[in-house]
């Protein structure tokens, strides 16, 4: 365990280092700067500009300072607003975290009982219905739902509020984010389930006269999750990566718009910082749910 576990963490210290090295010369090869705009200052004024933020060295020597920064637990401050960037990042974090917690619950619950739901009534209306709702959710991306669903009950409807999406309206945000992942789910649980309720112990414990709710949530449920268990990590991954958008169209303040407004207004320390938080987090996210695996079937090894 030990040993998995250290393997596993140096792996993903690679990964976000490799993360870190794509986007800084990515974003140093594109032409234009941060004070490459419509109303650039002076001259003078972004020659000092250039000088405090260390734009004006060579690109190499610049990477050596910021590896240094983040070694250190500074990630700058905003070449745009001038505030520290990880209060920035925490701040909006934590709305983020409350709408992504909210979306991965709603999709593995939802996924979890539809699936189960859809296999035991195989062949039948239910069944059909889920599966082509499932489809259909899966065809669609996350940013056009989110669109759709601020068309329809913000402007057509007037339910909740058109410019702004305060924490007691998170359901449109979480319903654009959960569909595409709960569909998803719903179809792994149904398959998983058809073959575990066909193996040789469901029938052994019908036989035995086990209760049918216990065979179906004791046995056949818990060998069906491993699946979905194994999606969870890229499922996190995907509702975060996903709320980039969804938070820039329903207009909520969290970590996602942050990104989006730093791509905008090439905020590079802006978008580095938030580049490595989100890849630490995808990453933290797939070791969870590896570990997550030894607590549902003790039957699997690390080694």
């Not at 734009?55 to 610049?62: A, G, N």
């Not at 539809?114 to 035991?120: D, K, M, Q």
Request: charged share 15%; aromatic share 10%.
């Amino acid at each position: 365990m030990t040993r998995y576990l250290t393997k596993r963490i140096l792996l993903a210290v690679l990964t976000v280092f490799i993360i870190i090295c794509i986007t800084f010369f990515a974003m140093n090869a594109i032409p234009g700067g941060p004070f490459n705009s419509e109303k650039a200052p002076s001259p003078e004024v972004k020659a000092m500009l250039l000088k405090r933020f260390n734009l004006d060295k060579p690109v190499l020597e610049q990477f050596r300072i910021y590896l240094g920064n983040i070694v250190r637990g500074d990630f700058g401050i905003s070449l745009k607003t001038g505030r520290d960037i990880s209060s920035t990042i925490f701040e909006s974090f934590s709305v983020s975290a409350r709408l992504g917690i909210a979306a991965v619950a709603v999709a593995l619950v939802s996924g979890l009982i539809l699936g189960s739901l859809a296999a035991l009534m195989r062949n039948k209306l239910a069944d059909r219905i889920i599966i082509f709702f499932s489809t259909l959710f899966t065809a669609v991306p996350s940013f056009v739902l989110a669109t759709l669903l601020l068309l329809v009950f913000s402007i057509k409807l007037g339910w909740v509020p058109v410019w702004s999406v305060t924490q007691t309206h998170y359901t449109l945000p979480v319903i654009a984010l959960s569909l595409y992942p709960m569909a998803y789910i719903t179809r792994l649980t149904k398959s998983s389930m058809l073959d575990a309720l066909g193996q040789d112990y469901i029938r052994t414990a019908y036989s035995k006269g086990v209760a049918g709710w216990k065979v179906i949530f004791k046995h056949a449920l818990r060998n069906a999750i491993i699946p979905v268990i194994t999606y969870l990590g890229p499922m996190t991954a995907y509702i975060i990566t996903g709320s980039l958008v969804v938070e820039s169209v329903f207009t909520i303040g969290g970590l996602g718009s942050k990104f989006v407004t730093g791509i905008t207004n090439r905020d590079y320390p802006m978008i580095m910082a938030t580049t490595i938080f989100l890849a630490s987090l995808m990453v933290m996210a797939n070791l969870v749910s590896d570990l997550i695996y030894k607590a549902v079937d003790p039957r699997i090894t690390f080694e």
